[in-house]
């Protein structure tokens, strides 16, 4: 069983930055995938982006490439989203997850979710 609780989430105008954290605790994440999702009002969850177990290697959805950078500190059972170049349409609820398939991935790749963090863009 693994618990996730993310934070970092606010309000920003369009143009700033942000960094999101997901904290992992109870059975150790570090072996295991870990992605971001995120979900706008009134649409479906969608992915964002991954990092597979050692860091090494990252994937992101063509909407945030070259925006959000992922990465994870493993010692601290950690992953991170820094977002910068804010958009209004990146307005949503932030999730983290933990699974075991690196790339492109859906909902049910992962076992795991943390319960979100909001992050408002304003124009």
């Known amino acids: 069983q693994v618990q996730l609780v993310e934070s970092g989430g606010g309000l920003v105008q369009a143009g700033g930055s942000l960094r999101l954290s997901c904290a992992a605790s109870?059975?150790?994440?570090?072996?295991?995938?870990m992605g971001w999702f995120r979900q706008a009002p009134g649409k479906e969850r969608e992915f964002v982006a991954n990092i597979n177990w050692s860091g090494r290697s990252t994937y992101y959805a063509g909407s945030v490439k070259g925006r959000f950078t992922i990465s994870r500190a493993n010692a601290k059972n950690t992953v991170y989203l820094q977002m910068n170049s804010l958009k209004p349409e990146d307005t949503a609820v932030y999730y983290c997850?933990?699974?075991?398939?690196?790339?492109?991935?859906?909902?049910?790749?992962?076992?795991?979710w943390g319960q979100g963090t909001q992050v408002t863009v304003s124009s």
């Open positions: 109870g059975h150790t994440a570090s072996s295991y995938v």
């Open positions: 997850a933990v699974g075991d398939t690196y790339g492109p991935t859906v909902e049910d790749d992962y076992d795991y």
